[in-house]
């Protein structure tokens, strides 16, 4: 027998069926889901240490190797977002002390600026206005004068839509002996990237962008430089359950027996494994073309319509978003827009 009375009753909202209204996603993320990737979230779970999720493990870090093109052995998915991913990466990578090298251009710097100064970091913003990037020059002043032992870029900044050029940052921050950490979360599928040939060191994504997949889970690579930077650690990381050595072994990336760490998302991680199977399957070469053709037909639509895009510069523009990147959305956007501005008071133009 219970030892007290209920004082909370059953809330009547629960007794109701679930309602979700069936809505075509065209905003900087969540996307829609696939049908294969929702075919995948109805599937029975299985246990978390199972031979069987192992397997589905794997196979999602070939997966994430593939998408970010590297050999790291230290590739997994993080059992959050993307903000998630990033604590992983800062967590492990700096410690109090450190000198830490931000481009903080919109939102996303300024996450990671917070998440260093509250581990001790001695940060220093490189701030820009928002549609703003780096040039190499730039960043080799800031490497020149805070000697810092870590770099972050945004390399498709979603707040405000510029997308980040890489090619030739990660070398620059080596010959300064510098880690190179990218948070590529609305580009990943969608432009090129390519982290071994662009020397990033640590490069993360979200699961809920091109990927089409749930909210919730995140992709995230260390090379072989971050790795030996977290080994030498003089301190243990403040999380535990972002601790990557434990994340690294539960995901079978230092070859020792697995042990628990944390218990997954196990329906997550089958929709992200159908998520990188479907990118497989289409090819990254033909995901950036689809991508590019329907970025560059939205931009010309906004144009005709006598709009001023915020980006000036069309090769630093970052696009749409996984499967909804179609001509067929991009007219539904416009015609939507189109009505908007009928009723917008010019004051407000």
């Known amino acids: 027998m219970a030892s007290h009375r209920l004082l909370v009753p059953p809330p009547e909202a629960l007794r109701r069926p679930l309602s979700i209204p069936d809505r075509l996603l065209l905003t900087p993320g969540p996307s829609n889901l696939a049908p294969r990737v929702l075919e995948a979230g109805g599937l029975q779970a299985i246990g ?27 590739t997994l998915a993080v059992s959050g977002s993307g903000n998630c991913a990033l ?18 251009n919109g939102m996303w ?48 900044e979603s707040s405000t839509g510029v997308m980040q050029p890489l090619d030739g940052y990660g070398q620059l921050c080596h010959r300064h002996q510098c880690l190179f950490l990218v948070d590529s979360v609305a580009s990943l599928g969608g432009v090129p990237i390519y982290m071994d040939q662009q020397g990033i060191d640590v490069l993360y ?7 089409n997949c749930p909210p919730g889970t995140s992709l995230i690579s260390f090379s072989n430089k971050a790795k030996q930077k977290v080994d030498a650690r003089r301190t243990k990381p403040f999380s535990v359950f972002m601790d990557l050595k434990c994340l690294a072994n539960f995901w079978g990336c230092d070859d020792k027996p697995r042990a628990y760490h944390h218990t997954t998302s196990v329906i997550g991680l089958y929709s992200l494994r159908e998520s990188l199977a479907l990118m497989v399957e289409q090819g990254l070469e033909s995901s950036w073309q689809r991508h590019r053709e329907a970025s560059a037909y939205l931009h010309g639509r906004l144009q005709e319509l006598g709009l001023q895009l915020f980006v000036r510069d069309p090769v630093l523009r970052i696009g749409l ?29």
């Open 48 to 74: 978390h240490m199972t031979k069987e999720m192992y397997q589905v493990m794997d196979e999602i870090k070939q997966g994430i190797q593939y998408v970010f093109q590297t050999h790291n052995p230290i």
């Open 87 to 104: 604590e992983v990466a800062l967590f492990n990578l700096l410690e109090p002390g450190d000198s830490f090298l931000v481009g903080t």
């Open 109 to 156: 710097g300024q996450q990671a600026l917070e998440i260093g100064q509250r581990i001790g970091a001695r940060v220093h913003p490189m701030i820009k206005e928002p549609g703003g990037h780096y040039t190499l020059q730039e960043v080799e002043e800031g490497l020149a004068r805070h000697k810092p032992v870590l770099l972050f870029l945004t390399h498709s």
């Open 321 to 349: 978003l996984g499967c909804n990147a179609t001509r067929k959305n991009v007219d539904l956007v416009i015609e939507a827009l189109k009505e908007a501005l009928r009723h917008c008071p010019r004051n407000k133009l």
């Open 205 to 211: 994504s979200g699961s809920q962008k091109v990927l």
